[in-house]
Antibody, heavy 126, light 110 residues
Framework: QVQLQESGPGLVKPSETLSLTCTVS????????WSWIRQPPGKGLEWIGY???????KYNTSLKSRVSISVGTSKKNFSLKLNSVTAADTAVYYCARIVDYYDYNGYEEGLAFDIWGLGTLVTVSS | SSELTQDPAVSVALGQTVRITCQGDSLRSYYASWYQQKPGQAPVLVIY???NRPSGIPDRFSGSRSGNTASLTITGAQAEDEADYYC?????????????FGGGTKLTVL
């Protein structure tokens, strides 16, 4: 079955760029949306953004000026870049697959994150 | 962006029924999905779309919606159900096609 694995530096200095990759195994990246979600220590989940396998993206408006998500050339991974980080960006970062649901008229009725990676803790500190 | 509001904490006696709610304007247009998260683990999808459970999720978990409120019901709560629960849906406000999460509910099984 499809599995996701986040990878990247666990420590990033303030003002620098956080870069993470999510590797998709056991399945294809094609025909799905893929997302990044984060969770600061002791706090709730925050959606960061998502990307379709073709490359179209949507970001959380609160992070939009600093975030970029892209699909790898091999179409077996996708990446997150968050620039100008501060201590507030310290969090566990998860990648996840999105499935969405439509009624018989083709109107979307909702979406869900059905497969998640284990998450990776990124600490912003000098 | 729109918001989803959850009670911070709920408790239930072992074997009893508990309802966890999620309120928000986006839920008038979209169904919520629900996730269970235990300490140190990634969230797990437990309910999606109208009232569907992924493979492996016990049938004591169910979902419903009324107006702007979505509910996750656990019928006959077990000790292993003690966890944080999050709802999410599409964002129906300014961030069109965005996604929003509720703040989470900590469920304690007594």
């Amino acid at each position: 079955q499809v599995q996701l694995q986040e990878s990247g530096p666990g420590l990033v200095k303030p003002s620098e760029t956080l870069s993470l990759t999510c590797t998709v195994s056991g399945g294809s990246i094609i025909s799905h949306y893929w997302s990044w979600i984060r969770q600061p220590p002791g706090k709730g989940l925050e959606w960061i953004g998502y990307i379709y396998y073709s490359g179209s993206t949507k970001y959380n408006t609160s992070l939009k000026s600093r975030v970029s998500i892209s699909v790898g050339t091999s179409k077996k991974n996708f990446s997150l870049k968050l620039n100008s980080v501060t201590a507030a960006d310290t969090a566990v970062y998860y990648c996840a697959r999105i499935v969405d649901y439509y009624d018989y008229n083709g109107y979307e009725e909702g979406l869900a994150f059905d497969i998640w990676g284990l998450g990776t803790l990124v600490t912003v500190s000098s | 962006s729109s918001e989803l509001t959850q009670d911070p904490a709920v408790s239930v006696a072992l074997g009893q029924t508990v309802r966890i709610t999620c309120q928000g304007d986006s839920l008038r247009s979209y169904y919520a999905s629900w996730y269970q998260q235990k300490p140190g683990q990634a969230p797990v999808l437990v309910i999606y779309h109208k009232n569907n459970r992924p493979s492996g999720i016990p049938d004591r978990f169910s979902g419903s919606r009324s107006g702007n409120t979505a509910s996750l019901t656990i019928t006959g709560a077990q000790a292993e159900d003690e966890a944080d629960y999050y709802c999410n849906s599409r964002d129906s406000s300014g961030n069109h096609l965005g996604v929003v999460f509720g703040g989470g509910t900590k469920l304690t099984v007594l």
